[in-house]
């Protein structure tokens, strides 16, 4: 069977009947079975589960048939959750050994709510263990590969969510993001990213990473799927006091796009300055303006976040004692042993004001001068990383150097702008290139428009 | 410029509760002076007279009624689920008062 590429075709099949929600498991699920010994993308399947949605969904179409789809729009949508996201009933690690048997008793609310729409949960994806990391190799259960090339990275934390789909496990994956978590993974393997609005979706059931910073996303094939995804996830749920009821922002006809100077510096792979500058190009024919902006203190962002996400980490880590669950703190890898220690030291007595005080206030600076632009243009482009996917090994040494690949990505962190990731060709050594796109708070529809005529033209 | 010393890591792994072998408190020390000193460059900043952010929401105060809802609250097999060494349903801790 020919798989379907978007949750259109998912459904339009179905409908005609062209294969079954059983069927579509057996397939994915035989892919997962013949290739995931070799990515090692997908850490637990949960094939009980996946069935019994399966044929609850095959009834649901037969008794109903097109009528269906209103009640249930990702009906037949199969998804792997990241391994951050609890399950209840499904073995959640965080890719961590110190959660290695740990059972959720509730599941995230992003999780329900997908089930809840029609969604087949098919397992849980492998990703740096509590999601520190950007190429996947942090991971205490091996990494996982990059499945346009095995010898690359897919690019972290997410990296089994954006290995999976790209390698045709599941249509749609979920993902977090940190500092570009599912931006990063995403583009490295031809994927679209969404890094919603902070306060936009619930992070209920989620394994905290950095709370004010920690933004629940996911991996999809196209613009379009990922429009149809955020908007059930979107939205209160009642267990996280920081989602925000907000029904977006209205989207013009005549849209400029920023391009700030100080994304675009030395340093940066001159095959992605190539091929965003063919993007813009493409852009400016269907009718978009751009506007050069400036935004001098976002180099200074990926300092502001390796003092803040350290130090909500050290606090979020606190909690596993390995009293009421999970193993004791000698489980944790190095990685989490690392930002443990960054976080405790720069919140520790006689460093408080120093380095995470001036971390906060440089936060605000880096905000305010975001949210500034958006008067002038409606949204930003940007490279989401300075290089091209690198080799598996290549910067596993080198924490700093590890830290700097997420040096366009933090800004939308810390300042709570949604940002989309969108593939936009293959660079020469046949890896995937893309781009970034930021917008205003709730200006996520914003950035689906903008993405959407890219990828239809 | 921001260089720790091993007793500076010691003292930050006895703070966070990690036991750390002599490899490992070497190899940190290195590297979180190396991660130290990169962001610095945050001094770069004049921060004089800014308020910090701690949060991008601009919510405030936001209440839920003071209301027991048993749908929220897991049962006590469902809480005590994560250990298999729990005793009449209490989970077991470590002695922290000595005989």
Redesign the interface.
Known sequence: MILPKTIKETKERLIRKEFSCVQLVDSYLSNINSKNKELNAVLTISDEIAYRDAKKADEIIKNLGEEAFNEFPLLGVTVIHKDIFLTKGVRTTAASKLLEN??P??SATVVNKLEKAGCIMLGKANCDAWAHGSSGENSDFGPTKNPHNQKYVPGGSSSGSASAVAANFSLISTATDTCGSTRLPANFCGLVGLKPT??AVSRYGCIAMAS?LDSMGHITSSVEDSRKIFNVTKGPD??D??V?RHSGIPVKDKLTIGVPNEFFVNGLDKEIVKNINEVKTKYESLGVKFKEISLP?TK?AI??Y??IQPAEV?SNL?RY?G????DS??K?G?EA??R???G??VL?AGYYDA?Y?????????I?KEVYKTFDEVDAIIAPVSPTLPFKLGEKVSD??KM?LTDIFAATAN???IPSIAIPSGFAKNKLPLGFQLMGP?FGEDILFKLGEMYERN | MAKLSSEDTKHVAKLAQLNLSEEEIKKFTIQLSNVLDYITQLNKIDTKDIQPTSQTTDLKNVYKEDKIDATRILTQEEALSGKDDTINGFFVVPRIIKK
């Open positions: 740990y059972v008793v509730y902070y306060g004010s009642g267990f006091a920081t925000a203190h200074y300092s502001a390796y003092i050290s606190g004692d009293i009421r669950f999970g703190r000698n944790f190095d042993k690392r443990i220690m960054l405790t030291y520790s380095y005080l001036k971390a906060m206030k440089a936060r605000t600076i905000s924490p700093l830290y810390l300042s709570g708070r």
